[in-house]
């Protein structure tokens, strides 16, 4: 895979992530119209300590109108991405900076941010297109957030002791907090053995997710499982999000361990 078409890929499939992102908020809108509970009148008091300039943007994109014309030219952006335009990356930046400010941080939490992390890369990557060396420290940024939110993932689950007892995966699929469906919690809870396996197998693979660097085909396999685990996660619980927004990070871990090999 060549640099130039680790950066396609990655727009693309980020631009895909994006473009169902914003049909999910587009499906909520009476959840931040001004009788909802995300009604901007209401959440802009929480900007007061923002600087005016920055306020006086805020009133003029996020009250429910203008915020949903956001959205619409956040949908054609997209699919510009999706079909090459890198061009639109930069503006899709600025539509999820404001989403953030909208829904006072992240709205979905960790694909949010690795949507940030993507756009950053892309984004880099089309202001710099005439320079290789400088798209080439952008898709490695997005290389080193992508293996390292997979290690620190791990590493904090192996300080718990209920992750080192094999027991945390089960616990998990048990709990009410996600609603995972019946006939993917039951096999593990009639068979401890196998929550056990499935925890240490989580384990193993985030823990050991820097080692996709050592080659394309170590890269290949590890992906191939992060897909699935990803898959997994939204059989599961739901986080349908997490899926394509990490897979849009993908291009540049297989990029890099084909230049590192």
């Not at 169902?20 to 908020?25: C, G, W």
């Not at 590493?155 to 709990?175: D, E, M, Q, Y």
């Not at 997994?232 to 897979?247: D, I, P």
Request: charged share 10%.
């Amino acid at each position: 895979m060549s640099l130039t078409q680790a950066v396609s890929w990655s727009e693309r499939l980020l631009g895909l992530a994006i473009l169902l992102q914003t049909v999910e908020l587009l499906q909520l809108r009476r959840h931040f119209s001004d009788r909802g509970v995300w009604s901007w009148p209401v959440l802009r008091g929480e900007h007061r300590e923002v600087p005016a300039p920055l306020r006086f943007l805020f009133a003029l994109l996020l009250p429910e109108r203008p915020f949903l014309v956001l959205l619409g030219v956040r949908l054609l952006l997209a699919l510009a991405l999706v079909g090459g335009v890198g061009l639109a990356a930069p503006a899709l930046l600025v539509t999820q900076l404001a989403i953030g400010a909208r829904f006072r941080g992240t709205f979905n939490g960790g694909s949010d941010y690795m949507t940030v992390v993507v756009l950053l890369g892309v984004s880099g990557a089309a202001c710099f297109s005439s320079s290789p060396r400088a798209v080439k420290a952008c898709l490695g940024y997005v290389c080193v957030q992508l293996v390292f939110s997979y290690f620190i993932a791990g590493v904090i689950k192996v300080a718990r002791p209920r992750w080192r007892s094999g027991s945390g995966l089960g616990v998990l699929l048990a709990s009410n907090r996600y609603g995972a469906p019946p006939w993917l919690t039951r096999p593990f809870l009639a068979r401890p053995w196998l929550g056990r396996a499935a925890t240490w197998a989580v384990l193993a693979f985030e823990c050991g997710f820097p080692a996709a660097l050592l080659g394309p085909r170590v890269a290949l396999a590890f992906l191939g499982v992060g897909a699935l685990f990803h898959l997994g996660n939204v059989l599961a619980f739901g986080l349908n999000r997490f899926f394509f927004a990490w897979l849009a990070a993908y291009p540049a871990l297989l990029f890099f361990s084909m230049e590192l090999s």
